[in-house]
């Protein structure tokens, strides 16, 4: 009965089709007579002038008021997640800056890096490899010095296992291995009793992991 009332037969539709704003493909409205420009996130809909299906938006009646349109939003079984403001629809990928790209997943998202966290280790070449930020680059690059810059030369340790003083040294701290939950972090450092070059680990926790929901029983 509704759909009498607004559905006029038969139907009528300009010669030449309406031009979409970018992003915004065309579409049957909804009396599935003319073509129409589907509504996108946030904008305002009812009966005739629908949403764009196939990025997930259905029409939401619920904060308008009773007899006036709705506002084109996802469906309430499809979680998304918001970063800097801007939602993200469910399996979205981003990129947040240039060293990190992240995926909406279950009302969170989880990023990856997209610098190396390689370790260079001292050669005789290289005594000194430090990591410094370039102009113009993303990701950091390595560098030699000459001289340690982080320690003064005449900062030694002397252990009472060795017999003469140990120049102590390490590299930073990697990323965790994990994006969420526990995970580790490396380093490369001689700083022990025996002056020796050693991986190190120690834990590391950047958040809580999201909480899966329920499995459906087959």
């Not at 399996?91 to 947040?96: A, K, L, N, S």
């Not at 070449?125 to 560098?143: A, F, L, M, S």
Request: hydrophobic share 25%.
């Amino acid at each position: 009965q509704v759909c009498a009332q607004l559905c006029r037969r038969p139907c009528y539709c300009p010669w030449v089709p309406p031009r979409c704003p970018r992003g915004s493909p065309l579409v049957l409205d909804g009396c599935g007579c003319c073509k129409i420009c589907a509504r996108r996130l946030g904008e305002p809909c009812d009966f005739l002038h629908v949403c764009d299906q196939s990025q997930g938006l259905v029409c939401d009646y619920s904060t308008a008021p009773a007899g006036t349109g709705g506002t084109c939003n996802f469906e309430d079984d499809e979680e998304g997640c918001e970063v800097n403001g801007r939602v993200c629809r469910d399996g979205e990928v981003f990129q947040p800056s240039c060293k990190l790209q992240c995926r909406c997943l279950d009302g969170g998202f989880t990023c990856i890096p997209l610098c190396q966290e390689d370790v260079r280790l001292p050669t005789p070449d290289c005594p000194y490899p430090r990591r410094v930020e370039t102009p113009g680059k993303c990701c950091p690059e390595w560098i030699c010095d000459t001289q340690d810059q982080r320690l003064p030369r005449d900062a030694r340790a002397v252990s009472p296992l060795l017999p003469y003083p140990c120049q102590e040294w390490g590299t930073e701290w990697s990323a965790c291995s994990a994006t969420c939950g526990m995970g580790f972090a490396t380093r490369v450092s001689n700083q022990n009793r025996y002056c020796r070059l050693e991986t190190q680990r120690r834990l590391c926790l950047l958040r809580p992991c999201p909480v899966l929901p329920p499995a459906f029983p087959a």
